[in-house]
């Protein structure tokens, strides 16, 4: 399992620090949450921060757009440093141009669907994606608690990615930590992002590390 730590969850007013710990910990990516105040109720990273952070660090930056109009900050996401862009079912009514836009910018492309969204409704799309994002918190915070029955739709979109002859990748974000970051491993999510459970630990880069161990543990 990959680990993409979500910064959103750091300390603001350090993110150099942030990626610091992502860096000593071992992580595979960073998870950077976009948020623009009207498709989730909250505001946080713009493209000055995420170019600020690829300037920064060589782990690759796994951009999770919650935005009410993903086409209207895409390109410059991308041109910011983006190595992976998710765009929200819920918001992307043109989702394969959308798609198509994303991998002609050079990252790879993905979709997140809200926890009540149905993966199914994806069937149609996954010839078109590297990698699908399931929430497993309503998105827009920080430290909500995990909604375990989201685990039950990583079965479901590997059986229609088989269907399909995608080999998409899974990713799970929200409320993943040390008490069910082996049951995502087990269910056969592949890339975990944790975000409260790394940087609110007294010692992040030792809860990263064993966040990598429990989950290596798991899936072995």
């Known amino acids: 399992m990959k680990l993409a730590p979500s910064i959103l969850a750091a300390d603001l007013a350090d993110l150099a620090g942030a990626l610091e710990v992502c860096e000593k910990g071992g992580a595979d990516l960073v998870h950077v949450d976009v948020m623009d105040g009207h498709f989730v109720p909250n505001l946080t990273f713009g493209v000055p921060v995420v170019a600020a952070l690829a300037r920064r660090t060589e782990l690759p930056l796994d951009v999770h757009l919650m935005v009410e109009r993903p086409g209207d900050l895409l390109d410059d996401y991308l041109a910011a440093g983006a190595a992976r862009v998710a765009v929200h079912w819920e918001a992307a009514v043109h989702l394969d141009r959308l798609l198509g836009r ?46 375990p029955g989201v685990l039950g739709k990583v079965a479901r ?40 459970a790394v940087f609110g630990a007294p010692d992040p880069v030792a809860a990263l590390r064993e966040l990598r161990t429990l989950a290596a543990t798991e899936s072995a």
């Open 102 to 147: 994303i991998r002609e910018g050079g990252a790879a492309a993905g979709v997140a669907v809200n926890p009540a969204t149905p993966v199914e409704l994806l069937a149609d799309a996954l010839q078109a994606l590297d990698f699908v994002l399931l929430m497993s918190v309503n998105p827009g915070f920080a430290g909500q608690a995990f909604i």
């Open 157 to 196: 979109l590997r059986e229609l990615a088989a269907r399909a002859g995608s080999r998409v990748e899974i990713e799970l974000d929200g409320g993943v930590g040390r008490g069910n970051i082996r049951m995502a491993a087990a269910a056969g999510v592949e890339t975990a992002v944790a975000g409260s």
